[in-house]
């Protein structure tokens, strides 16, 4: 079976792939400032795990990326359905998983969240940087509630904002409305941790890497991703805007584990 190829991915996903080299498609946990992107980003894996529910046979991977994730905990015995609606990064995802020697392969959905129908409640329902997709937060909320059973547990790391703006400007969700819904939807929060020294890293080092290697890879790839000049700038403003926010103190980058109590 030939390898996935990275250049069917859409923007900005094939640019993700190429500066960290790994199918992890998060931020990372920085141990040092110099540490190898991708390694860091198995380090957040690691954080992740602390907070999984007691018992954990069953899994939610809610955005499914290159599929690193749900791979990755496909490792440790646990039977994980991980959805997306984008075709390619699913395919990738497939192709990339498929000869792994695990007990139970990952059931890789295209799929919205929006339109998932969960045959299972889940032990653990993971929003690994996909939280920032939905545009309702409520509505986000009570479908994951309805796919984790009773005990189990939701998990976000995302980035999220510390000033309340519209849905437009944002990008983010207002971290004090996504706790407040959360407790009035029955989840209990049990942990939270704000990991943005060593998270945002990642935003430096990536503006580092593409600053580097901007002019190489347009050279490079231009003739099979005619936008890829467009795709390296849409991306160093992203992450420059992301960066003087994180600094500016409007966004932290937070890992939390809610138990489903009613
Ligand atoms: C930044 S990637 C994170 C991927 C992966 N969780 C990881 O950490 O490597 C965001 C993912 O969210 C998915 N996504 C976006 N909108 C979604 C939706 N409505 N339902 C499910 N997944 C969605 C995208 O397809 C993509 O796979």
Redesign the pocket.
């Known amino acids: 079976m030939s390898a996935p190829d990275v250049f069917t991915l859409p923007a900005p996903y094939y640019l993700f792939r190429l500066l960290t080299g790994s199918d992890?498609?998060?931020f990372g946990w920085f141990r040092t400032d110099d540490e190898d992107p991708g390694d860091a980003q198995e380090n957040m894996m690691e954080l992740n795990l602390f907070f999984r529910p007691g018992k954990l046979e069953t899994a939610l991977?809610?955005?499914?990326?290159?599929g690193?994730?749900a791979r990755w905990l496909s490792r440790r015995d646990i039977a994980v359905t991980s959805?997306?609606?984008?075709a390619p990064?699913v395919e990738y995802a497939r192709l990339a998983a498929a000869s792994d020697d695990v007990k139970h392969k990952v059931d890789f959905q295209v799929?919205?969240?929006?339109e998932f129908e969960p045959k299972i409640q889940y032990d653990w329902v993971l929003f690994?940087?996909?939280f920032q997709?939905?545009d309702d937060v409520h509505s986000t909320i009570s479908r994951a509630r309805n796919a984790v059973r009773i005990g189990g547990r939701l998990h976000i790391g995302d980035q999220f904002l510390h000033v309340d703006l519209p849905r437009e400007q944002g990008r983010f969700h207002f971290l004090p409305s996504v706790l407040k819904i959360a407790k009035d939807l029955g989840f209990e929060l049990r942990t939270k941790c704000d990991v943005s020294r060593a998270a945002y890293r990642m935003t430096g080092r990536c503006l580092e890497v593409l600053r580097e290697n901007k002019d190489k890879w347009i050279a490079e790839h231009a003739a099979k991703i005619p936008s890829i000049e467009k795709d390296v700038n849409d991306m160093l403003n992203c992450g420059t805007l992301e960066w003087d926010a994180y600094v500016g103190g409007h966004l932290s980058y937070e890992l939390m584990a809610f138990e489903r109590v009613q």
């Open positions: 992890h498609m998060h991977d809610v955005g499914a990326g290159l690193a994730t959805i997306s609606p984008d990064l799929c919205k969240f929006e690994q940087e996909s997709y939905f």
